[in-house]
């Protein structure tokens, strides 16, 4: 929200000192995010004056249509005499009102104006349009064409309000009241303790039955309606420079006299409205929900298919209007043949949730709609439509029509019963019951009682729904920066749990090991699991749903960390980093097969266990994994030597050093799942309390996966379940015991069939080989029908023995080693080669 300090004055008497950096530090101070200030008009230096244009001399021979004119500037050049001025513009005529800088003057940017020579001509100046002056967006991209009523030789600095500061509020969902000069205004009075001149406070007449029909078919999604008619209004007439310049300096474009106004009032006190040609209304006006399927063409010209959830505005034809978002094209108000000379006015209430819902759901966020889904006081309504008919006629020469309907479902004020030392309560201050109802008054709310308060919360403020929003309202108006800093006093002997030391030892352990962590929004599209190649009973397709997500492409929270990963391996690729390797970890989220309500847990003192275990089972499952995913070079090549691709064993080596962390024994298998490729996927599980659990899958991904989701050849990933991992580990890993003794070498090759796992044969071997094997490590893998046989292939071990009390000789390592290969030879029909 962009609010002008020139508008704020108005409605607030400031010393004539404060600048608007005081106004913005005294804002931030009571909750408001004013972000910047932007000073208007800043280095701006005259002499810059109202004009006009006596003559025009088309300048021939040039690449571009140029113009030397002489323009009447009265005594602003000291002489009188006709100012020559070259100009490239053509929107302007001879007799036309229009700005002109004259020599001396600063534009904004430090841009000096001297008399100069250009297309043969000397000019003495220049005709100014709306972005050399820095007044914003004005539709035309030309010369200022003034009205003919304005003096030659007036100051157009003054008349164009060209110096002035404007404050920029980043304006929080809970704030809605903030979207308008009204709202700030309050705030701007409560910061600086004066009082507030109330835009809203109009004598309105009272509804009869004269007005325009309105029929108002759902008071859930509108619970007030007000139409009011102006009729003969002047179809020449334009906005005037005040009007104008207000608008821009909002940040809004102007467009009509009859559009401006319904913006101005929009701004001033917060309530969106909207203007018919009446006309073009066939009919009583309606408000329903739409018919599944049924068009409307809005005032941006794009043809909507609506929901049936959508409100729309109707006359006979069918709709008009989405409510509350946006106009119909066959109703709005003429601004090119100029024809509109009477118009309806419409100031309504509409439900927040509908309208934020509907925005979205088109992707057509608006002004109104901006509004409507923050909250709009509901009892601004007549007040916004009567300044809307009171400057239709002042401005255009309207008659208002006698007629006033009002369309209003009954409701009650809402109350909260707060007791008055709450705000001490939660604060930890003692601010007592008198600053506690004085703020409570000054945000616009009715108090009575003494120890226990009845508070009716004002109209404008519906983020207002329980004691502890009073309690904040008196807390953040009498200063957060005065509530007093104490240190909290954690209980000795508590500190980071299993879980969390777990985790960060595999973040450790992953970002040594090359991988770089990317986390991802926990959002998905269920679309991406038919890509995965998911079953359908598959678990990971049954998704939490979000009531309001932020994204209507990823409705449901995720059950894997694939696709966020892969999703940022994908862009990074497309921007040129083709070797990539990347790691996450965090929460994936599976709904419980019983669904509970959540209940609301107290802020007034601890929550009991059981509230809490409550709580925990209304909530999803909510376990961690983590998940790496590989693509181009493991190892770079360099003058060191050849580099290294990354394959499907990078992906399961990531598994077995997580493993190694939780100090737990992986079994890595061969398998196949989903996304992964069949002939290169290894299922990974671990023993939990002698039950064996899968925990994950790690490989190459499926050739068809990565082309669907336009990922590089050759990607390969791996995703477990940490808590699986973890309650499989027996606690911190313990550091070897280091033995004095020398290490005994023992190499064996294997002949095996090809379809025999190698994990089977070292699982063998390491059993037969007994306590004296220290570690095995696989070093060769040979194929050679010719040697081997077919379908043979040779597996080449290094094994290492030690004892901790003694050296081993040759006789005992051999028999070990021999234990080991008897035992790989009986499970898998291993031969020992040679």
């Not at 508008?7 to 913005?24: I, S």
């Not at 021939?60 to 100012?83: H, L, S, Y």
């Not at 002035?164 to 600086?192: F, K, M, N, Q």
């Not at 007040?383 to 009002?406: K, M, S």
Request: with cysteine.
């Amino acid at each position: 929200m962009r609010v002008p300090l020139s508008w704020l004055r108005e409605y607030v008497d400031l010393p004539a000192t404060e600048t608007g950096r005081d106004v913005q530090a005294k804002l931030i101070s009571v909750g408001l995010e004013v972000e910047t200030v932007e000073q208007l008009g800043d280095g701006l230096k005259g002499p810059l004056v109202v004009g006009k244009v006596l003559t025009i001399e088309e300048l021939e021979g040039f690449k571009k249509p140029i113009r030397f004119c002489t323009v009447d500037v009265g005594q602003a050049n000291g002489t009188g005499e006709p100012q020559e001025i070259v100009c490239g513009a053509r929107n302007f005529a001879v007799g036309d009102k229009v700005v002109v800088v004259l020599p001396g003057a600063v534009l904004p940017g430090d841009f000096a104006i001297a008399a100069r020579k250009t297309y043969g001509k000397t000019s003495h100046g220049m005709i100014c349009s709306g972005d050399e002056l820095g007044m914003g967006d004005d539709g035309s991209h030309g010369i200022i064409v003034l009205p003919p009523e304005h003096e030659v030789g007036t100051d157009a600095i003054e008349l164009l309000q060209l110096v002035d500061e404007v404050l920029d509020i980043a304006v929080t969902p809970d704030r809605g009241y903030a979207l308008s000069i009204r709202g700030v205004a309050r705030e701007t009075a409560t910061a600086y303790g004066l009082a507030l001149r109330d835009p809203a406070l109009l004598d309105v007449p009272q509804p009869n039955a004269f007005g325009y029909p309105v029929q108002v078919a759902d008071p859930m999604g509108c619970d007030r309606f007000t139409a009011r008619t102006v009729t003969g209004l002047d179809p020449e007439a334009r906005s005037p420079l005040w009007l104008t310049r207000r608008l821009q300096k909002a940040g809004m474009r102007p467009i009509s006299l009859a559009v401006d106004i319904t913006n101005y009032v929009m701004l001033e006190l917060g309530q969106p409205l909207h203007a018919y040609d009446r006309s073009r209304v066939q009919g009583p006006i309606g408000v329903r929900r739409a018919e599944q399927g049924e068009k409307l063409v809005t005032l941006d010209g794009v043809t909507r298919t609506l929901d049936a959830q959508d409100l729309v505005i109707t006359d006979d034809r069918g709709p008009i209007g989405l409510a509350g978002v946006m106009g119909g094209a066959n109703t709005e108000i003429d601004d090119t043949e100029n024809t509109t000379t009477e118009v309806v006015v419409e100031a309504a209430h509409f439900d927040a949730l509908s309208i934020s819902r509907t925005a979205r759901r088109h992707k057509l966020a608006s002004e109104a709609s901006k509004r409507f889904e923050r909250g709009v006081d509901p009892q601004a309504a007549s007040a916004a439509a009567q300044r809307t008919v009171d400057l239709l006629v002042l401005l255009a020469g309207g008659t208002a029509d006698a007629g006033v309907t009002e369309v209003i479902a009954p409701s009650a004020p809402h109350t909260i019963t707060i007791p008055a030392d709450h705000p001490d309560k939660v604060a930890g201050v003692d601010y007592g019951r008198e600053t506690v109802v004085r703020r409570l008054q000054e945000v616009g709310c009715d108090v009575y009682g003494q120890d226990e308060l009845i508070v009716t919360v004002p109209s404008w403020r519906p983020d207002l729904t329980d004691p502890n929003d009073l309690a904040e309202e008196v807390i953040r108006l009498e200063g957060y920066e005065n509530l007093p800093s104490t240190l909290p006093k954690p209980p000795a002997g508590r500190g980071l749990t299993d879980r969390q030391r777990l985790h960060r030892r595999v973040g450790r352990a992953l970002a040594g090991a090359g991988y770089v962590e990317a986390p991802n929004y926990p959002f998905v599209g269920e679309h991406v699991f038919d890509q995965f190649g998911l079953a359908a009973d598959d678990p990971n397709r049954k998704v939490v749903k979000l009531v309001n997500p932020l994204s209507d492409e990823e409705p449901a929270l995720r059950t894997t960390l694939l696709p966020g990963l892969l999703g940022a391996l994908r862009r990074n690729d497309g921007r040129g980093s083709h070797d990539l390797a990347l790691f996450e970890t965090g929460l994936v989220f599976h709904p419980r097969e019983e669904l509970k309500i959540a209940v609301r847990l107290p802020v007034d003192r601890r929550p009991t266990d059981e509230e809490i275990a409550s709580l925990t089972e209304a909530l999803p499952v909510q376990p961690r994994h983590a998940a790496v995913v590989l693509t181009g070079a493991r190892e770079q090549a360099g003058w060191w030597g050849k580099g290294r691709p990354s394959d499907w064993a990078d992906a399961v080596e990531s598994a077995r050093s997580l493993a190694r962390e939780a100090g737990t024994e992986l079994i890595v298998r061969k398998g196949q799942y989903g996304p992964w490729h069949p002939g290169r996927c290894a299922e990974l599980a671990v023993v939990v309390e002698g039950v064996e659990q899968v925990i994950g899958y790690a490989g190459e991904l499926h050739p068809g996966v990565l082309k669907t989701l336009g990922l590089p050849t050759r990607t390969s990933a791996m995703e477990l379940d940490l808590d699986v991992l973890e309650s499989a580990s027996a606690g911190v890993p313990k550091g070897p015991k280091i033995s004095t003794f020398p290490v005994a070498t023992q190499d064996v090759a294997l002949v095996v069939d090809v379809a025999v796992p190698q994990t089977d044969v070292e699982g063998a071997l390491r059993e037969g080989a007994g306590e004296l094997l220290e570690s095995i490590r696989l070093f060769d893998v040979y194929e050679n029908a010719a040697q081997l046989g077919e379908g043979k292939k040779s597996l080449a071990y290094a094994l290492r023995f030690r004892a901790a009390d003694r050296t081993l000789t040759v006789d005992e390592a051999s028999a070990a080693r021999d234990a080991a290969v008897a035992l790989a030879a009986e499970r898998t029909g291993a031969v020992l080669r040679g």
